[in-house]
T-cell receptor, first 116, second 114 residues
Framework: AQKITQTQPGMFVQEKEAVTLDCTYDTSDQSYGLFWYKQPSSGEMIFLIYQGSYDEQNATEGRYSLNFQKARKSANLVISASQLGDSAMYFCAMREGMDSNYQLIWGAGTKLIIKP | DSGVTQTPKHLITATGQRVTLRCSPRSGDLSVYWYQQSLDQGLQFLIQYYNGEERAKGNILERFSAQQFPDLHSELNLSSLELGDSALYFC?????????????FGPGTRLTVT
């Protein structure tokens, strides 16, 4: 079974609009973390935002916020006021447990294209 | 710039050959992770080292091996290369530890096996 599911292979959004990228996850751990990374066409992976399973508030980093709904096991990324430079692949990833030895489990990604 | 460096940036080699990918973590980071990103498999975790010791193993083939040296840089060795090994190989680093979260990625090494 997929541990991380990103159901939107691609999205087109008008510049300056807000965009929500979906991510659902599956874990039986009580402690886990959820990440979003951005991969522009140049290839590098850029860390955007992190949400821990015990964090009571939704994480925010500038224009990025994470809409964390624990009961629904979803961790959607919201980008406000989208910009042309936001065009990229976006990956949701999960860390299970809080042990120092952890690996990230990745979703398949969503390709976001911002239209001028 | 994440502070993680990887060399080389591009590598083209033939089937059956062996290559070594190198990674230098961010200053102060003790954990190094290797990932493979291919078109058909997506992003796959390969292996993790923490302060010189192997700590976690993912979908790493027996033809692949890695190590982390006393100066904390890491090398990923890929041998008996096959066409399907063509991929982008990322190294990531983190401080390590229970409450540290994000991994910082290097720019990747793009391997093409012909």
């Amino acid at each position: 079974a997929q541990k991380i599911t990103q159901t939107q292979p691609g999205m087109f959004v008008q510049e300056k609009e807000a965009v929500t990228l979906d991510c659902t996850y599956d874990t039986s751990d009580q402690s886990y973390g959820l990440f979003w990374y951005k991969q522009p066409s140049s290839g590098e992976m850029i860390f955007l935002i992190y949400q821990g399973s015990y964090d009571e508030q939704n994480a925010t980093e500038g224009r990025y916020s994470l809409n964390f709904q624990k009961a629904r096991k979803s961790a959607n990324l919201v980008i406000s006021a989208s910009q042309l430079g936001d065009s990229a692949m976006y990956f949701c990833a999960m860390r299970e447990g809080m042990d120092s030895n952890y690996q990230l489990i990745w979703g398949a990604g969503t390709k976001l294209i911002i239209k001028p | 710039d994440s502070g993680v460096t990887q060399t080389p940036k591009h590598l083209i080699t033939a089937t059956g050959q062996r290559v070594t990918l190198r990674c230098s973590p961010r200053s102060g980071d003790l954990s190094v992770y290797w990932y493979q990103q291919s078109l058909d498999q997506g992003l796959q975790f390969l292996i993790q080292y923490y302060n010189g010791e192997e700590r976690a193993k993912g979908n790493i083939l027996e033809r692949f091996s890695a190590q982390q040296f006393p100066d904390l840089h890491s090398e990923l060795n890929l041998s008996s290369l096959e066409l399907g090994d063509s991929a982008l190989y990322f190294c990531a680093s983190s401080v390590g530890g229970r409450f540290v979260h994000e991994q910082y990625f290097g720019p990747g090494t793009r391997l093409t096996v012909t």
